[in-house]
């Protein structure tokens, strides 16, 4: 497929063929699943680039950070935290 609209196009096309009581051949039911995992990356890639420009605000200082940042500092403060306590359980 080109591009988005043409892959939801099929798809909706499968779909009224299925709700007509029409059976989809083995070859739709495969074409089917790979529109779907089109859509599906389609989908991700834009929840991912809508997630990248998020940042979070200290309320506190004002710093902004990046949830990715922000992640990468709570992993290597536990990170810190276990070495320091690895004599607990």
Known sequence: ???INDTLKRINELAA???SGQELTP???A???EL???YLGFIKGQITDTLDRVEFVDPKTGERTAPKKALENL???A???IKE???IH
Do not use: P, R
């Open 1 to 3: 497929m080109s591009n």
């Open 17 to 19: 063929k299925k709700k």
């Open 27 to 29: 070859e739709e039911l």
């Open 31 to 33: 074409e089917k699943k």
């Open 36 to 38: 779907y995992n089109i």
């Open 75 to 77: 992993a290597l403060k």
């Open 79 to 81: 990170d810190k935290e």
């Open 85 to 87: 306590h690895k004599d």
